[in-house]
Structure formats: C-alpha cells, structure tokens
C-alpha cells in the first residue's frame, strides 16, 4: 500500500496533525506496518508539495493540521478506483530464498522449508486468536479485521505453498542425476563436494 495515498484517504475524513495520522493508520490496521513520525512529516510535506493537501492551521500547541484539497479528493477518489497492479510482483524473500538454497551445495533445503513451515503455523495461530478477540464495533475495528483476514489467508496460502515446495523437491530427487563433467568433478573436488 502506498502510506501516500494511505495518509490522503485519512484525511478525507476532516483535517489532522501529524502524530494524528499516524495513529489512525496504525488503529485501522492494527498496527500491522508501524509507521515512523519522520516518514508521516515527510509524506505530508511532499503532498504539501504536490497541492493534494494544505496547512489548516495550528493547535494551542503548536501542531500543524493538514486539509486535503479538491486534488486530494481526486486522488483518493482514483486509488479508491484502481485495482492493485500485480503485474509486478513484490519482493518475495521466501520465494528468494528458497530459489537460492536449491542451487547452493550444502544447503538442506527441507530443513529452511521446515523451519518457515513451523514460523508460519505460528504467525497463523497468533492472527486466528487475534481474530477471535476482534469485535465488529465499529469501522476502525472492521478496518484491522479485514487486515487480520489477509494475514490469516497469506499464512493459510503459504503454508499450502511450501507443502508445494516438498512435493517438488520430492519429485526432483527421484529424478536421475546427469553425468557431471570432468572440469565439474575437478571443481566439486576442490570445493570437497561429494562428486556424482
């Protein structure tokens, strides 16, 4: 999600200082990506910058507020409207690392499966009894459920992908080793791997 588009869609709902926005966005997702008070000043001064929000004024204290802006409306209104681009895939440090431990001699790779297999059960067990204290109040906690319920399908569907990963790495161990070449024994050799 882009904290951006995130913190405009806020404002929508009337103007906000800084430390206000930060603790709406983390209300309404249940503090799942924690903001830094930095990143919200920066962000709100770049959308200053970009005329989709404007200084509203300032509170006995000193706090500034910040109004959104007709162009402000307009963009929420269109992020609102636009699907998610999946067409670039996010960085996947599982898949990542996954793909390199097959490929690097020594790595017991049904041992990294296990070990996430086991961290993720975890993580879903933590959501689900989250979710089961969760209340349906109001819309902040409708907000940070729905939240939750992408948490518990990413774990859910995670899960079911590296029992994928076994089945796979399965079938390729039952497949027949190819002959490896001389120049690739002698290197095997050098580095003390078992030569095949």
Known sequence: MSIRTGLLALLADGPRYGY???SDFEARTGATWPLNIGQVYTTLARLERDGLVSRAGADDEGRV??????????????????????????????????????????VDVAAVVQAQRTATLRALRDYTRLKAGAGTG???????LLVLDSLVFAAEAEVRWLDHVEAR?????????????????????????PVR
């Open 20 to 22: 206000q926005l930060r």
């Open 65 to 106: 507020s910040y109004a959104i802006t007709p162009e402000g409306h307009e963009e929420v209104r269109r992020w609102f409207a636009t699907p998610v681009d999946r067409s670039t895939p996010a960085r996947d440090e599982l898949a990542i690392k996954l793909a390199v431990a097959v490929t690097v001699p020594g």
């Open 138 to 144: 109001d819309r902040a906690e409708l907000a940070w």
């Open 169 to 193: 790495l399965a079938r390729a161990a039952a497949l027949p080793v190819p002959a490896t070449s001389a120049p690739d024994r002698e290197r095997a050799a050098q580095a003390g791997e």
